[in-house]
């Protein structure tokens, strides 16, 4: 028979163990640093892009077709060259980073305090290009590359271990750059560990509260969006609503599979091309967005978070083409190996699906058919139904559309599921492929890859 635990004896044990708390000491201080890098991060990110707004505003903004191609070029330059870890998204490096076979070496090649660093001035400078990428990827990588480091302070005997500190940076990043907890910690369980051990999970807490604390404490403690005024849903909003969401599966379903050829596969004619001339393929690229985004007057450039703030709204208007546009302005950017996510522009793409489906059938639940494509369009991408729909849920205060979000994540991500594979699991496995055969040529693990 189990005996009842003894407060007072476990009080004693605790307090006479200095060295575990001295630990969590510096766990909890990482914690905050990583909080603080989201900050920093979103700061920079956001003033970065305003500066590019000046010069795509600049007499009607011909001087992009110059400014996109060279920065562009640029970074991935610098990336291949100096952090060539620290290209696309940032959640796939977190994913391999977390594989037991991996040796300290290899795994610094996808997650560390350097490549951390690294990842907020390129994806920042992203930004600064008018590329179409998101911030929220990248801070997952960030806040891990910040996490991670702390075990090279903690006992050896620590029961911290560096898998955990992986999970709790990871779940972090995500939930200070939506200022989104719930988000992080089913972020944690459903796209990095599949599983949430005991022993884990309040240190995946104690790093999602002390870094949400850092930002907010900076940006305020308001929902990403605002708060949407939902009307009443009636069996009227059903055909609108399953219309979005089918739209928003194909099309999620597509761009995954899109993406998952364009980066992972060489045999590829222009995958072939584009390693022969990556510099050359970067400017063609960089010269294509630019004209997409005058095209639209603007709307593909950045992350779209403002475009989806405004149709929120009901204070803006996005052009007819403007999510078969985005969808390919969000494709080749991360086609072009620069730094940068793609959650933020998939909540734009799906907000544009449900503008466009609520201008043709609903107007008057234009807002709620919009926050369904927005959980809808990224569920399918990520194939991460309830990250998506808590993302979306706290990112509008939608907690009145709880059972519209959940079932339109879960829609359309199965749609999804029969078109691809789960894009970043695809990336991760081609990475960890790649990392398997410089071991078996003797590239050395350090080595950075041109």
């Keep these: 028979m189990h005996k009842d635990p003894d407060f007072l004896e476990n009080l004693r044990r605790e307090m006479q163990d200095g060295r575990s708390w001295l630990d969590r000491t510096i766990v909890l201080a990482y914690a905050a640093f990583a909080g603080l890098s989201v900050v920093v991060f979103t700061l920079l990110a956001n003033a970065s892009f305003s500066f590019f707004e000046r010069i795509a505003n600049w007499h009607g903004g011909w001087l992009v077709l110059l400014w996109m191609p060279a920065l562009t070029v640029g970074i991935v330059w610098l990336t291949r060259k100096l952090a060539p870890g620290a290209a696309g998204s940032g959640i ?17 090649r996808f997650v560390s305090l350097r490549l951390s660093f690294a990842k907020v001035l ?33 006992d050896g005997k620590s029961r911290i271990s560096g898998y955990a500190l992986l999970i709790a940076g990871g779940a972090a990043g995500i939930a200070a750059a939506f200022n989104a907890p719930l988000a992080g910690v089913v972020f944690a369980i459903e796209e990095l560990s599949r599983k ?125 083409v403007f999510v078969t546009l985005k969808f390919i302005a969000t494709w080749l950017s991360a086609w072009t190996g620069a730094p940068g996510g793609i959650f933020a522009p998939s909540l734009t793409i799906g907000a544009g699906v449900g ?10 639940i234009s807002s709620a058919l919009i926050a369904m494509g927005m959980a809808a369009f990224l569920a399918a991408v990520t194939q991460a ?59 050395p693990a350090h080595a950075d890859k041109a």
């Design 196 to 320: 949430l051990e005991s022993m884990s999970s309040g240190l995946v807490i104690a790093a999602i509260v002390l870094a949400g604390l850092v930002s907010v404490s900076v940006f305020g403690n308001l929902s990403y969006f605002g708060r949407i005024q939902v009307p009443a849903l009636g069996w009227a909003a059903l055909g609108p609503g399953l219309l979005v969401v089918l739209v928003s599966g194909l099309l999620g379903g597509l761009f995954a599979k899109l993406m998952a050829m364009s980066l992972t596969n060489p045999a590829l004619r222009l995958n072939q091309l584009r390693a022969r001339h990556p510099f050359r393929f970067a400017a063609v690229l960089g010269v294509a967005l630019a004209v997409i985004g005058l095209a639209t007057g603007g709307a593909t450039f950045g992350s779209g978070s403002e475009q989806v703030q405004l149709l929120l709204k009901g204070e803006g208007h996005t052009p007819e």
């Design 355 to 364: 503008q466009n489906v609520s201008a043709l059938l609903a107007p008057e």
């Design 92 to 108: 796939p490096q977190v994913a391999v980073a977390l594989d037991s076979r991996l040796t300290s070496a290899e795994r610094g």
């Design 385 to 443: 139904p309830l990250t998506a729909f808590i993302i979306v849920m706290e990112m509008v205060d939608g907690h009145s559309m709880v059972l519209s979000l959940m079932a339109a994540a879960m829609l359309a991500s199965l749609i999804s599921r029969m078109l691809a594979r789960p894009l970043y699991e695809t990336l991760a496995a081609a990475m960890l492929a790649g990392t398997q055969a410089d071991k078996q040529t003797g590239t």
């Design 122 to 154: 390129l994806s920042s400078a992203g930004f600064l290009a008018g590329l179409s990428i998101g911030r929220e990827g990248p801070s997952v990588q960030v806040a891990a590359g910040v996490m991670q480091h702390a075990q090279r302070w903690l």
